[in-house]
């Protein structure tokens, strides 16, 4: 559409007279998706020649006949059926519109120009042109399929742009922080539909989010003649997860934990004792024998890795040592 605009502009005589001599010359021409689109003739009528004397139509590649002016009328007789009521003729600057464009519509057309004189039809004018169609794909838009949990501080994102044509180039992520831009290529995931013909495409990351630096993140849609650009995504620095990784915190952590086993073991013995006291007998003392020692076992499994570090451990472990006498416990 731009480009016949502007030559028509400049210079339709020449531009007319030229395709005249070589006949073959053919213009480009864009159209947009659903869209109405413009199939040039360039005709300059210098000698003024009547309507009521041409026969004009435009054919596509396949010589399927888009549009016919018969001395003046519309001739819809030789009009294929995919072309009825898609079209209208401009007699101010001999241009055919078609309407509702499809991706489908794309490829060369000829608009002819005949005398219908005396001695029949006469070949005047022919000039071909080539229709690209286009489709706008939306804005590029990024989502987040899985967020930041507070032990991986790793995001997924998605960007998606839809409903385009053609094929994009690339499409990729990048992301700024204070003191650098990054620009992360991932595989294109594209679809096409195939009645329309127009792309679907997006692109996923993962990635980790770095602890002490704001990150901006865009998604750009790469085309052939331009670029689209998202909206950018911005984690702040201060909003992440606090980290909970703090050694001293841990430390203090494992020696509550200690004391607290220390505790349990100790009441643990001391009200066996009392049992003991209460219900003396042989068999009876195996048998609490057997259970403490799977007691003791569990005890021990659960405190050894930290024992030797702590010296109230000891303690700990001589009073289980005199209270039950058992094999296991000399392992600490
Ligand atoms: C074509 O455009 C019309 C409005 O102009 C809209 O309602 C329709 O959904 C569009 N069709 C497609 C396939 O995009
Ligand atoms: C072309 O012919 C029409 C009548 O057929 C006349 O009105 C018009 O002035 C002519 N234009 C030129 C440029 O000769
Ligand atoms: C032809 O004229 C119509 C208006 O009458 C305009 O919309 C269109 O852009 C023109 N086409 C060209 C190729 O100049
Ligand atoms: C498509 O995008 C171009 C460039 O931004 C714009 O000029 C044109 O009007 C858009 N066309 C449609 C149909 O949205
Ligand atoms: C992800 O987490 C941020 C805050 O950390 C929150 O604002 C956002 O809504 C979350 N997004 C999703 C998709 O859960
Ligand atoms: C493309 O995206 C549109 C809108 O999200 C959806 O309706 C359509 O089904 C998608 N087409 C393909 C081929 O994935
Ligand atoms: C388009 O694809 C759908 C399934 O994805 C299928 O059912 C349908 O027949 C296809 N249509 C054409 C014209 O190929
Ligand atoms: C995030 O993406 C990575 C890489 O694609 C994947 O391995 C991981 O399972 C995803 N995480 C979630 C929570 O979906
Ligand atoms: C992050 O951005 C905020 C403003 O949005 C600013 O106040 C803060 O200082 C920045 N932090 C870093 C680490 O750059
Ligand atoms: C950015 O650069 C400045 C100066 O070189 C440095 O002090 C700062 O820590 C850097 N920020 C990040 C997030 O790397």
Redesign the pocket.
Known sequence: MGICDSTMGLSNTLLGMALLISGAASMMSQGYFNKTGELPCHFTNSQNISLDELVVFWQDQDKLVLYELYRGKENPQNVHPKYKGRTSFDKDNWTLKLHNIQIKDKGSYQCFIHHKGPKGLVPMYHMGSELSVLANFTQPEI??????TENSGI?NLTCSSVQGYPEPKEMYFKLKTENSTTKYDTAMKKSQNNVTELYNVSISLSFSVPEASNVSITCVLQLESMELHSLPYNIDAH?K?PPARDPILWIAALLVMLVILCGMVLVFFLTLRKRKKKQPGPSHECETNKMERKESEQTMERVQPHVPERADEAQCVNISKTTSGNKSTTHF
């Open positions: 989502m987040v399929t899985s967020n930041r995001i909003t997860p």
